[in-house]
């Protein structure tokens, strides 16, 4: 009997016969003993590729990969066409001083009134001190960046003490940041801040280099193989506006899982509830930012590592176009998916470091000729006119694919006021293979990971790996050089399919996942687990922004029954950022009365 498929060209595809599809992803939900079993049985030579195979079939990818004529060339990098340039916005030179940047984003910024931040506003039951709050603190002698840092030396010191562990931090040198504050601090007194950035805390993603930290990738190992020498580069351009780094942040080991599990060093908990997982893989910087210790972080997102932590822990994260930071510096700084993106507690205070740490390599700017980069003019009455053209598109039955209606509600109820308020068009759009998208998608990250780590795994640190991620790599080096070039094609199909869309909307617009914080299970904490249901709901409106490259963000909107918090995502056209920005800041402001104090929260700047 004939296996083979054949796919019709993508232009020839009939969107309107397409039908949503749920997916149900088949594989055990493992902890503890049974973990380690199932870990021993797909690392065996034969029986592990037969356990494998049987996996891939059921879950229809080998019939894809391995049976299917796709008519497309491959697509090995996001190409994109040339686009419209943005409205509203203002141009920021990617090859000037990030300081510069900054005072140009700071300048589109609106109003800012220090007596609604600091004398209270009685609408509002809770909001996160902002970066203006802090740089006016400074000026104002209210408070200094060393006294902050005390408040954050001590509260650190609580968490340190936690059992089981939790740790915010993998990397912390209290007197390093002691004397990075004093330096800001000496600054202020003289009266030359060098930025609005200048004394402001940030945490980083321990894949990113950060020195003199080490970078260990949530591992117990990578430190002793690969060496920090000097920062990386977007690390590289928030130091230069003053920024004062607390330390390397939390992760999910190698950014191989989206719960932020780590039996390593404890697994990170969810501010918001102490028995929830944050999301991943950038738990740590998620966390930090919505406990209040630090005003922002970076992240990197490979499959939603920015998005999904930032949406279950009630804060702000912002997936870049694909090249529109430099990478460089980072552990995963060779892969087509992956990016360096901004954690933090407002839309306003990601638009600031957005605008220090954004430029490509030169690499990026030959091969994929971004656009000059820009930030959204938010100070000007004009930028209402600018929303009320905004087109949003929304593939309902997609959108309504979650695990609780809370979501899709919640979301709803958001998209109804930027139509009411705003005069948004919100319109019904289909997206076809997202099945085929998905596969693409795990082929490609799954087989870059590997080409990065199998040297080292080859060398004996594999086994050093946590249950979890050998799980993962498993899966991984089961994928063939002819399935990587298939997902290639794939990506091509999903990259025209995108562009058409984008011809009919401005911005696409689903839930940033389809859970909210999922419980930890006891067992997962001393050797990990492996969900793949849970890992699949969070990750079901992620890939396309890392597949394609596109810049996408997550704002919070609300919370669910149980007082965990809800993402929306916004999904922009190839080096949109200033859109997206846009219209975040709106939903932000649209959904402020309804913001909750996190259960774990410190006031480190104590000027209430």
Avoid at 298 to 324: A, E, F, Q
Avoid at 499 to 526: H, N, Q, R, W
Wanted: glycine share 8%; hydrophobic share 40%; charged share 20%.
């Amino acid at each position: 009997m004939a296996k083979k498929r054949v796919m019709v060209a993508a232009e020839n595809i009939d969107v309107s016969a397409v039908k949503y599809d749920r997916e149900e992803i088949k594989a055990p939900h493992l902890t503890g003993f049974l973990l380690k079993l199932f870990v021993w049985i797909v690392e065996a030579p034969i029986l592990g590729s037969l356990i494998i195979s049987v996996l891939k079939k059921q879950n229809k990818m080998t019939q894809l990969l391995r049976n299917t004529y796709i008519p497309e060339a491959p697509m090995f990098k996001p190409e994109f066409p040339p686009q419209e340039p943005e409205t509203g916005v203002v141009v920021v030179d990617e090859d000037g001083k990030p300081e510069d940047r900054v005072e140009v984003a700071f300048k589109c910024l609106p109003n800012y009134d220090p007596a609604t931040s600091f004398n209270g506003d009685a609408s509002l039951s809770f909001r996160y001190w902002k970066i203006r709050d802090y740089a006016y603190a400074y000026c104002s002698k209210i408070a200094t960046p060393s006294m902050v840092a005390e408040h954050i030396i001590s509260a650190l010191e609580e968490f340190s003490n936690k059992t089981p562990p939790q740790p915010l931090l993998l990397s912390f040198d209290a007197e390093e940041l002691r004397n990075q504050a004093a330096a800001s601090t000496k600054r202020f007194e003289e009266g030359n801040p060098i930025s609005i950035l200048d004394g402001i805390f940030v945490a980083i993603k321990d894949d990113i280099d950060c020195y003199p930290h080490l970078s260990k990738g949530g591992t117990t190992w990578m430190h002793e193989v690969r060496t920090v020498s000097k920062d990386a580069a977007c690390v590289s351009k928030l130091r230069s506006c003053g920024v004062i780094f607390i330390g390397k942040a939390n992760m999910h080991e190698m950014g191989m899982g989206t719960t932020g599990n780590n039996p390593n060093y404890g697994t990170t908990r969810n501010p918001h509830a102490l028995d929830r997982y944050t999301g991943g893989s950038s738990s740590g910087p998620a966390a930090i930012v919505a406990s209040g210790l630090c005003s922002a972080a970076l992240g990197t997102d490979g499959g939603g590592s920015v998005r999904i932590p930032s949406s279950l822990c009630g804060v702000v994260g912002l997936k870049t176009t694909y090249g529109r930071t430099d990478i460089g510096g980072a552990l995963c700084d060779a892969g087509t998916v992956e990016i360096i993106g901004p954690i933090a507690s407002t839309v306003e205070d990601v638009i600031l470091v957005y605008s220090a740490i954004l430029g490509a390599s030169l690499a990026d700017k030959i091969s994929l000729r971004p656009s000059p980069p820009s930030v959204p003019d938010l100070s000007l009455y004009e930028s209402l006119n600018v929303l009320g053209s905004l087109r949003l598109g929304k593939y309902t039955a997609w959108f309504n694919d979650v695990h609780s209606t809370d979501i899709s509600d919640k979301c709803e109820d958001v998209l109804s006021l930027l139509s009411k308020n705003h005069g948004c068009e919100i319109a019904e759009i289909v997206i076809p293979e997202l099945h085929e998208m998905r596969t693409a998608h795990l082929v490609s990250i799954g087989s870059e990971c590997v080409s990065s780590l199998s040297p080292d795994c080859e060398d004996g640190n594999g086994v050093r790996l946590t249950y979890d991620t050998r799980t993962s790599m498993a899966l991984f080096r089961s994928f063939s050089a002819s399935d990587y070039v298939t997902a290639q094609c794939i990506r091509r199909r999903i990259m025209y399919h995108h562009m058409e869309i984008f011809k009919k909307v401005d911005v696409i617009v689903t839930p940033t996942t389809g859970m909210t914080a999922p419980k930890i299970p006891p067992s997962a904490l001393k050797d990990g687990e492996t969900d793949m249901q849970v890992t699949g709901d969070l990750m079901r409106f992620i890939i396309a922004a890392n597949l394609l490259g596109l810049p996408a963000i997550s704002v919070p909107v609300g919370y669910d029954k149980h007082g965990l918090p809800i993402g929306l995502q916004l999904i922009g056209r190839p080096w949109g950022e200033a859109s997206i920005l846009r219209l975040a800041s709106a939903v932000e402001e649209l959904c402020m009365k309804s913001k909750k104090r996190p259960a774990s929260y410190f006031d480190v700047l104590k000027c209430k």
